[in-house]
């Protein structure tokens, strides 16, 4: 893999005016809530496909020679990413397929299939090997990484672009997945606005972030892909976005899977939004937060949350 390098403004300019056609411009609203500080919430389980991957993955596909887009692209993705492609991709004929983890949410596997993506479920080991290295697992032209690739990251900042427009925030919390949401936004909030901090987000049900910082370099950790928040956490950091994580990113937060229930609860209740456990983790993260001053606003990633989990969720079963 090549090395990624962070998104020039120029570059995070041209991927909006590519996805203008198929991302929407998401709300920046004030969390209704008694907390120390104003808490704002980045709504981008607001785009057509229930999530901010529509973004990264409009800008990769557009960005592909005519040749890749005549023979069809493949991903690894646990859901979103490959929704994105797919949303894309079945309204220009561009044929697409996704290896999928088997701990993938249903609701996120039957989004793929209405969409025309051809699935592939995969043990989670041999998909998380893909994304380390997948020209090592036989993957060249035609894969397009979800995290590690140049476009994905100018995708993703198009969200910073859109916040700075609006608000200039003391913090922005991002969920921590496979760093490429994280980075991009990272990356080009502090680019614009330097005395911003962007910090990373992670449940306890892995921290690999945490873990790199406080070992200096991506190290192994123990992580439940078994939980309600799907689509976030890992073993391990990627290799190919530490560096970029390490100069744009301040930090990580960790919070408990019950305080995660928690915000999901109360953003149903205060503001009629359903975020995945992977959206609300940066609302739990921010509801903690007493230290510091300032607006936080926080990037609700998505809202692909399975019926299961959702009810148990309400009735405080978790």
Request: glycine residues 8%; negative net charge; aromatic residues 6%.
């Amino acid at each position: 893999m090549s090395t990624l390098t962070p998104p020039h403004r120029s570059e995070v300019e041209a991927a909006r005016e590519r996805i203008a056609d198929f991302a929407i411009r998401t709300p920046l609203v004030r969390l209704n809530c008694d907390a120390p500080r104003p808490i704002y919430l980045k709504l981008e389980m607001l785009q057509p496909i229930g999530s901010f991957k529509i973004r990264c993955a409009a800008n990769a596909l557009l960005a592909q020679s005519e040749e890749i887009r005549a023979t069809g692209v493949v991903t690894a993705s646990a859901g979103n990413f490959a929704q994105g492609l797919g949303y894309v991709a079945s309204r220009l004929g561009i044929r697409v397929k996704s290896l999928v983890p088997d701990s993938a949410a249903e609701s996120k596997l039957q989004a793929l299939e209405r969409l025309g993506v051809t699935v592939e479920r995969i043990p989670y080991r041999q998909w998380w090997s893909i994304l380390e290295n997948p020209t090592a697992q036989g993957y060249g032209a035609g894969f397009i990484h979800p995290c590690a690739d140049s476009a994905v990251l100018a995708g993703n900042a198009t969200i910073a672009l859109e916040i700075l427009e609006e608000i200039e925030p003391a913090e922005v919390l991002v969920p921590y997945g496979g760093g490429g949401l994280l980075t991009g936004i990272a990356a080009t909030l502090k680019s614009e606005l330097p005395n911003a901090k962007a910090y990373g987000v992670e449940s306890t049900a892995g921290t690999p972030l945490a873990a790199a910082f406080a070992a200096g370099n991506p190290v192994p950790v123990a992580f439940d892909n078994k939980t309600f928040i799907t689509g976030m956490g890992s073993p391990q950091v990627l290799a190919p976005i530490w560096p970029l994580i390490r100069t744009w990113v301040d930090g990580a937060l960790c919070v408990e899977l019950a305080e995660v229930a928690s915000a999901i609860r109360l953003l149903i209740k205060r503001h009629h939004l359903i975020a995945e456990g992977a959206g609300a983790v940066p609302v739990a993260a921010a509801l903690a937060r007493t230290e510091g001053d300032g607006p936080i606003v926080c990037v609700l990633s998505g809202g692909h949350l399975d019926t299961s989990h959702l009810l148990q969720i309400l009735q405080e079963k978790l």
